[in-house]
Nanobody, 128 residues
Framework: QVQLVESGGGLVQPGGSLRLSCAAS????????IGWFRQAPGKEREGVSCIVGRRGSTSYADSVKGRFTISRDNAKNTVYLEMNALKPEDTAVYYC?????????????????????WGQGTQVTVSS
């Protein structure tokens, strides 16, 4: 019943912006953590950001702090990732994923193995 569907990827110039969406169904965002991950060609999947539970506490990878913002609309059961000041090194397939709240202490949120459900991914390409 759990489903996650990413959208909003595309081609953008360096310095530009994109807003990704993760439409969730089958559960409430208040009860789980939602993480954004990305995977570039030849690279490991890495955690980008997450938003957790009723409070909506957020975390960010150092590489995106100050540039990316995670948010959500509970009425739409949708999580967003606003990406600003994009760099070529941000080019990757971006995935959203769901994990139990209990795993989110310290840097645990960055581990893909802690997430139970994944979306199909959306391609982000930053190039001039």
């Amino acid at each position: 019943q759990v489903q996650l569907v990413e959208s909003g990827g595309g081609l953008v110039q360096p310095g530009g912006s994109l807003r990704l969406s993760c439409a969730a169904s089958g559960f409430s965002l208040d009860d789980y953590a939602i993480g954004w991950f990305r995977q570039a060609p030849g690279k490991e999947r890495e955690g980008v950001s997450c938003i957790v539970g009723r409070r909506g506490s957020t975390s960010y990878a150092d590489s995106v702090k100050g540039r990316f913002t995670i948010s959500r609309d509970n009425a739409k059961n949708t999580v967003y990732l606003e990406m600003n000041a994009l760099k070529p090194e941000d080019t990757a397939v971006y995935y959203c994923a769901q994990a139990p709240i209990t795993w989110f202490a310290g840097s645990i949120w960055t581990r893909p193995d802690k997430y139970d459900y994944w979306g199909q991914g959306t391609q982000v390409t930053v190039s001039s």
